[in-house]
């Protein structure tokens, strides 16, 4: 019996099983993927074994975590519904997908686990954000929860109803930090900076700047107002980004992607 078990190992089942290693034996965990290469290359790189069937996964798993495309939901939920018992625990990690939604699906009444995580658990410092079906979980296996996904990084348990919002805001927007950095360093290489120098500057800015805001608990306007020097060079970036719309065009790219999120499958 394995303790998780992966079905799909794209980008995220990557990220996550990369990140299970840090709490778990390899042993412990098992998945499937539809691509025989993609199987075979990871279990060379992480020593995790795979298995060809989703349904054999299920029998042989305690925690099921959901790694496929929303649109591929419907099909692995009918795959496995008939081998799922009371000891299992569906751990759904697609944006806009319910609990309802899958419950709905399954022919017993399963456990559900609703998250939604961050492809930077590749490197511990993932963040995910976890809800439970109701009252209906063990201490043991709330544990056994955020151990999971402790083991990738970060984690806060959140009322369900707040799951579309959080895909936006941190499932979603590694994409746009890395979009912020790239642009950065685009602007270093305008200015005759070497490439790689100009990504290394832009990436520990960011992670520095983020680590403020974490670590001294100030508020971020407070920590811009300490970089901005009075008639300095600072405040001429900040007032040219805001001429040029820099928060407006982000509220309104994250309010696109959780509009997108509530169609996905609620
Ligand atoms: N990529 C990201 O940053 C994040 C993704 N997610 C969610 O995680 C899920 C997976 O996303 P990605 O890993 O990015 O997608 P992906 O396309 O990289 O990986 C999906 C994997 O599932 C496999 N697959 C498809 N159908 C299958 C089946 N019937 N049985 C077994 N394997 C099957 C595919 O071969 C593929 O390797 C999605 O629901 C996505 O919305 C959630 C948070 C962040
Ligand atoms: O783009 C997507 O649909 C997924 C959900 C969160 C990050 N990637």
Redesign the pocket.
Same mark, same amino acid.
């Given at each position: 019996m394995y303790k998780i078990g992966l079905? *799909?190992? *794209?980008?995220? *089942?990557?990220a996550i099983m990369k990140g299970l290693l840090k709490e778990y034996l390899y042993s412990h965990i098992v998945f499937?993927?539809?691509?025989r290469e993609?199987k075979e290359r990871i279990k060379e790189k992480l020593k995790i074994k795979y298995i060809n069937d &989703?349904k054999e996964l299920a029998q042989k798993s305690k925690f099921i975590v959901? @790694?496929?495309?929303?649109q &591929?939901y419907d099909?692995?939920i009918s795959?496995i519904d008939s081998v799922l018992n009371e000891k299992n625990i569906i751990v759904s990690? @697609?944006?806009g997908i319910t609990i309802q939604y899958i419950k709905e699906r399954l022919r017993k009444d399963i456990k559900v686990v609703r998250a939604?995580? &961050?492809?930077p658990a590749l490197v511990g410092e993932g963040m995910t954000a976890i809800s439970f079906s109701n009252d209906e979980f063990e201490e043991e296996e709330i544990k056994d929860v955020k151990k999971i996904f402790k083991s990738l990084g970060e984690t806060v348990i959140i009322d369900e109803k707040y799951q579309d919002a959080i895909v936006p805001i941190s *499932?979603?927007s590694?994409a746009y930090v890395y979009m912020f950095i790239e642009a950065m360093a685009d602007a270093g290489v305008l200015m005759g900076l070497p490439r790689e120098l100009s990504y290394k500057l832009a990436s520990q800015t960011v992670l520095g700047a983020a680590k403020m805001v974490l670590e001294t608990g100030k508020h971020p306007g407070e920590l811009k107002d300490n970089v901005c020097s009075p008639g300095g060079t600072t405040i001429e970036a900040v007032a040219n980004l805001e001429k040029n719309g820099f928060r407006g065009v982000i509220i309104e790219g994250m309010n696109k992607c959780y509009e997108k999120t509530k169609k996905m499958k609620n």
């Open positions: 079905i *799909g190992a *794209g980008n995220m *089942g990557f499937t993927d539809k691509s993609k &989703n959901l @790694a496929v495309k929303p &591929n099909q692995v795959e990690i @697609a944006p939604m995580p &961050n492809t *499932g979603s590694p």
